[in-house]
């Protein structure tokens, strides 16, 4: 990139903000926006954010768009659920339809806008696995990435210096190495609702909301209920709103699909960034 200014929009979805920005004329390389994601994310010297989106052109054909998310540290992602539908709600005002599909690495999304409420469909089957990690017992339940999910009391939601001590022993335990995990907290409310604190890997500390980890919390409360086989939706309350998470249980395989992420995509404001 020469020296110049990139235009960007600063979005935020239940809490979690981002910086995004349109690649498709810009056509910044992959390794460049890894180098520039921690500039950008850093809240003292940059815009400010818990991940940098690249909207691009799907030069594959294979879907409408591609979303491109890095972490504040540069890393990649395997997904990122409250990004995904800030980029779905930003490429509306560039013109795209209110229903499309979105590529993330080899996968495929579907996104549907409404107002400032996005629903983002998961191209995912995935199942809930008791572990025990050293001395914890924790669910594994991947959501297009690596998530653990730890049930604990409500009151222990509100001591935040014990969440991050704990998030970041899973988070580089030996066991999910090389590529780490992210560590959601959660407490229900009722069968339908729960609370929750994600240790999010990359941001390395609590963000005030996970759209992936919202999904793998809300089917490890399915799974220790054992609510048994059907259509469900969740409420899962975190600290930035509540995201609603909908899904189907098949009982004779285990596994969890027909999964949608619902919830807010708020526009806070848009601006030149000097490179």
């Given at each position: ?6 235009p ?33 994310c ?79 469909s ?7 696995i ?140 848009e ?5």
């Open positions: 990139m020469d020296n110049s200014t990139l960007f929009i600063k979005m935020q979805g239940a809490g979690n903000d981002f910086v995004l920005f349109d690649n498709r004329s810009l056509k910044i390389g992959d390794d460049e926006l890894s180098e520039i994601a921690p500039v950008l850093d809240r003292k010297f940059g815009v400010g954010g818990d991940g940098l989106i690249a909207l691009c052109y799907d030069t594959s054909k294979k879907a409408d768009l591609v979303m491109v998310y890095k972490n504040p540290d540069g890393s990649d992602a395997g997904m990122c659920g409250n990004g995904a539908r800030c980029f779905a709600a930003y490429a509306v005002t560039l013109g795209s339809p209110k229903a499309f599909s979105f590529r993330v690495h080899d996968k495929i999304y579907k996104a549907a806008v409404d107002d400032q409420n996005v629903t983002i998961f191209p995912l089957q995935t199942e809930v008791e572990e025990k990690v050293g001395s914890e017992a924790v669910l594994n339940v991947y959501t297009n990435t690596e998530h653990v999910v730890c049930p604990v009391q409500k009151d222990q939601l509100e001591d935040e210096k014990q969440l991050i001590t704990d998030g970041r022993y899973l988070r580089y335990h030996n066991h999910y190495q090389p590529v780490g995990t992210n560590v959601n907290f959660i407490a229900g409310v009722n069968s339908d609702e729960l609370c929750l604190q994600t240790y999010e890997r990359g941001v390395e500390n609590l963000t005030l909301a996970c759209g992936t980890g919202a999904i793998a919390s809300a089917l490890a409360w399915h799974y220790l209920q054992q609510s048994g086989e059907g259509t469900f939706s969740y409420n899962v309350k975190v600290r930035g709103g509540t995201l609603n998470i909908h899904f189907d249980f098949d009982e004779t395989s285990g596994n969890y699909h027909n999964i949608k992420l619902e919830g807010p995509a708020t526009f806070v404001f601006g030149n960034y000097y490179i």
